[in-house]
């Protein structure tokens, strides 16, 4: 399991879609002087994957976690179709959904046809997965004309969906949404001011909304966490129940690695300047993952650090864990890390990172 990455504001390689100033379309039913107004047909509500109401499991000052029917069926989907464009068997293939009626496991497998050709064949921030997850999530990005067209097929596709998923999955994924939420719950209550106020503090800059939404689920991209941080929308972080590597401590570790991506861009943001400055200054190259080596570092060691303050000792952050960017281990280990234990100042821990971490010239 590797790490999470938000590059972009999900529209931003798309500038002929990307347009300004226009009010958000509304898929849904609009009250307008008291009357009922349904849009379009295809559009409607009734287009919907299901009409169950959202509503976070847990919602603490720093983050808001939900377990979503619609939310976790499009992750199923998605993973499925993945599945099948790796010609690797469908995990929702089993005695279950070799039960259902003929109509359930057509339309469930019509979907996967669908998505496979379409939202699975494109990048974890592709506008065409953006603008499903944006209306999943009800994060309120501006969407086109085109945009409009494709999500209504991929809002109709995972109705079709739905029944086979209920039927199959979804007790048991919401239960183990549930249980992870509940587990990660207590970390929080005792631990999140202290990480979250201190990273405010290391990067410089504090979030701009809170509490950050998080939608809990199954599998997740190939990371098994992601975050739409875009200045026009809220925040938005998906992430995995499931994988072994984002249990216990390191769910807390991740949380707040997710979060992080709001603050810590490759292009923005004061960790993005700190470093641009420091290069030019001592006149390298920028290595190209470096602030995401630095973000790593940042809530893995600051994790680790309130937890062993608090008499939890023992925890192994994330990167280390599991060999993530590990040529940058080094670099950061003997220049960030004194920076994070408070002894030597900002810019002089950027500099000699920069040159310790930049690329052979
Ligand atoms: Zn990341």
Same mark, same amino acid.
């Given at each position: 399991?590797?790490?999470?990455?938000?590059?972009?504001?999900?529209?931003?390689?798309?500038?002929?879609?990307?347009?300004?100033?226009?009010?958000?379309?509304?898929?849904?039913?609009?009250?307008?002087?008291?009357?009922?107004?349904?849009?379009?047909?295809?559009?409607?509500?009734?287009?919907?994957?299901?009409?169950?109401? &959202?509503?976070? %499991?847990?919602? @603490?000052?720093?983050?808001?976690?939900?377990?979503?029917?619609?939310?976790?069926?499009?992750?199923?989907?998605?993973?499925?179709?993945?599945?099948?464009?790796?010609?690797?068997?469908?995990?929702?293939?089993?005695?279950?959904?070799?039960?259902?009626?003929?109509?359930?496991?057509?339309?469930?497998?019509?979907? %996967?046809?669908?998505?496979?050709? @379409?939202?699975?064949?494109? +990048?974890?921030?592709?506008?065409?997965?953006?603008?499903?997850?944006?209306? $999943?999530?009800?994060?309120?990005?501006? $969407?086109?004309?085109?945009?409009?067209?494709?999500?209504?097929?991929?809002?109709?596709?995972? &109705?079709?969906?739905?029944?086979?998923?209920?039927?199959?999955?979804?007790?048991?994924?919401?239960?183990?949404?549930?249980?992870?939420?509940?587990?990660?719950?207590? &970390?929080?209550?005792?631990?999140?001011?202290?990480?979250?106020?201190? $990273?405010?503090?290391?990067?410089? &800059?504090?979030?701009?909304?809170?509490?950050?939404?998080?939608?809990?689920?199954?599998?997740? +991209?190939?990371?098994?966490?992601?975050?739409?941080?875009?200045?026009?929308?809220?925040?938005?972080?998906?992430?995995?129940?499931?994988?072994?590597?984002?249990? +216990?401590?390191?769910?807390?570790?991740?949380?707040?690695?997710?979060?992080?991506?709001?603050?810590?861009?490759?292009?923005?943001?004061?960790?993005?300047?700190?470093?641009?400055?420091?290069?030019?200054?001592?006149?390298?190259?920028?290595?190209?993952?470096?602030? =995401?080596?630095?973000?790593?570092?940042?809530?893995?060691?600051? @994790?680790?650090?309130?937890?062993?303050?608090?008499?939890?000792? +023992?925890? %192994?952050?994330?990167?280390?864990?599991?060999?993530?960017?590990?040529?940058? =281990?080094?670099?950061?280990?003997?220049?960030?890390?004194?920076?994070?234990?408070?002894?030597?100042?900002?810019?002089?821990?950027?500099?000699?990172?920069?040159?310790?971490?930049?690329?052979?010239?």
């Amino acid at each position: 399991m590797t790490a999470a990455h938000p590059r972009r504001p999900p529209l931003r390689g798309h500038p002929a879609r990307h347009h300004g100033g226009r009010r958000p379309p509304c898929l849904g039913p609009w009250i307008l002087g008291g009357f009922l107004v349904l849009a379009p047909a295809a559009l409607a509500g009734d287009d919907e994957p299901s009409s169950e109401a &959202r509503q976070p %499991v847990l919602e @603490t000052p720093w983050f808001a976690f939900f377990s979503d029917f619609d939310f976790n069926l499009y992750d199923a989907v998605l993973a499925s179709a993945t599945e099948r464009r790796r010609d690797q068997p469908e995990s929702l293939h089993g005695e279950c959904f070799a039960a259902l009626v003929q109509e359930e496991r057509s339309a469930w497998d019509a979907a %996967v046809a669908y998505y496979s050709e @379409t939202v699975a064949a494109t +990048g974890d921030f592709s506008r065409e997965r953006f603008i499903v997850r944006s209306r $999943l999530a009800e994060l309120g990005a501006e $969407l086109d004309d085109d945009d409009q067209r494709d999500l209504a097929l991929s809002l109709l596709f995972l &109705r079709a969906a739905a029944p086979a998923y209920r039927a199959c999955r979804w007790p048991e994924q919401d239960a183990a949404n549930r249980r992870w939420i509940a587990a990660l719950a207590g &970390r929080l209550e005792r631990h999140a001011d202290a990480i979250g106020e201190r $990273l405010e503090r290391l990067y410089g &800059r504090g979030w701009r909304s809170l509490p950050i939404a998080v939608d809990v689920v199954g599998t997740a +991209g190939w990371a098994g966490a992601d975050t739409i941080a875009d200045r026009n929308i809220p925040t938005h972080v998906q992430i995995t129940s499931r994988a072994p590597g984002y249990q +216990g401590a390191a769910a807390l570790e991740m949380i707040f690695h997710e979060a992080s991506h709001e603050i810590v861009g490759p292009w923005n943001g004061p960790v993005a300047e700190l470093l641009r400055a420091a290069a030019a200054e001592a006149g390298v190259e920028l290595d190209r993952n470096l602030w =995401h080596g630095l973000l790593f570092v940042s809530a893995g060691e600051v @994790t680790r650090a309130v937890l062993e303050a608090a008499g939890e000792t +023992g925890y %192994v952050p994330f990167a280390e864990a599991h060999g993530v960017f590990q040529a940058l =281990h080094e670099p950061l280990r003997t220049h960030w890390l004194p920076y994070l234990r408070g002894e030597t100042g900002r810019e002089e821990a950027a500099r000699a990172l920069v040159e310790a971490a930049a690329p052979p010239p």
